[in-house]
């Protein structure tokens, strides 16, 4: 492999390890030959996903952690500079929606738990803000590192049914480009921070909304469809090159960046 696209030896922590994103993240950052911390705070996913990660190696190890808990981030920073050193990439994968803050189609907004928003702007947002706070710390004093985050499609333009969500992944994209230009200025060109921005993908939490029982699309799945030109939706291991590269020497002048990974959505008006 071409050494410039290369993340060989270096130490990544992924939060939300123990789901599909954070976990296909982190197969593939073993498969290159990174040094792997999983992070999840849900211990029976953790070590499933740990032990099935040692199938590509030994440098991978498994922390049971809080993303909203400024004390347990500090431990595991702590942890991980007395096993290997340093700390040279953070991926903020910890994240999701739920139910409760998912509109049904004929709810409006003032019938949504106000709980459940509270719940997915706290993981969201400062489940991304929180870990870069620790994190960014030690990069600051190695005068290294690399943050990546992950925004949405909802942070180009508005998505129904997921306020919350779509108001803390907009959030991401501003902190993504605000922590960029705060690290750059004080501290140097060897700090980065990016985000990548999926479109459409299959997973546990959505489901339900995008397929039918029967396994036809959705109305809003055709909405989807309509609106990627690549008329189909992602798989989750198309995200895994867009953020080794992020990660690589071959981004070195990158940073502050939105990279969406979405089949032409963002860039395709419908028409």
Request: glycine residues 10%; hydrophobic residues 45%; neutral net charge.
């Amino acid at each position: 492999m071409n050494e410039q696209f290369s993340i060989k030896d270096k130490v990544a922590v992924i939060t939300g390890a123990g789901g599909v994103l954070g976990g296909s993240m982190a197969k593939h950052f073993m498969q290159q030959g990174a040094k792997v911390v999983a992070v999840d705070i849900r211990q029976e996913q953790l070590d499933k996903q740990v032990a099935a990660l040692k199938e590509y190696g030994s440098d991978v190890i498994g922390i049971v952690g809080n993303v909203l808990d400024i004390a347990s981030l500090e431990k595991l920073a702590d942890d991980i500079i007395a096993r290997w050193g340093h700390i040279d990439i953070l991926l903020n994968i910890a994240g999701g929606n739920m139910p409760g803050a998912t509109l049904d189609p004929e709810q409006a907004f003032f019938d949504m738990d106000i709980t459940c928003w509270d719940k997915v702007t706290n993981l969201n947002m400062n489940g991304t803000v929180y870990p870069s706070y620790v994190f960014s710390r030690v990069m600051a004093k190695q005068g290294k590192g690399c943050i990546v985050n992950v925004s949405s499609m909802a942070a180009y333009s508005a998505i129904t049914r997921v306020p919350g969500y779509s108001a803390a992944k907009s959030a991401v994209a501003n902190f993504t480009q605000w922590l960029a230009s705060e690290l750059a200025i004080k501290y140097g060109d060897g700090i980065r921070v990016n985000a990548i921005a999926p479109g459409f993908f299959i997973g546990d939490q959505n489901r339900a909304i995008l397929i039918n029982p029967d396994g036809s699309l959705t109305d809003r799945s055709k909405k989807v469809m309509a609106k990627t030109p690549m008329r189909r939706f992602g798989d989750i291991t198309e995200l895994n090159g867009a953020v080794q590269f992020l990660c690589s020497d071959a981004a070195a002048f990158i940073t502050g960046a939105l990279l969406p990974v979405d089949g032409g959505f963002s860039a395709f008006s419908g028409v």
